[in-house]
């Protein structure tokens, strides 16, 4: 599984792009095409959304 800050918006690479980096390519997550995102600030601002962060971040993981 591939763990990504999602600005929102236009920024960054799709998953085909991240996907098809030397680097990622070879991972089981490439093959799998495993990628969560989820709001950076959500995840790392560890403020009052910190519980929500873990709550999405378990359900991305492992489903409701």
Known sequence: MILMMDRMGDHGASPD??????????????????LI???GLKLLGFGPRTGEAVTELSTALYGD
């Open 17 to 34: 792009e991240l996907f098809a980096l030397p680097a990622l390519a070879v991972t089981p997550a490439a093959e799998a095409r495993a």
């Open 37 to 39: 995102k989820i709001d």
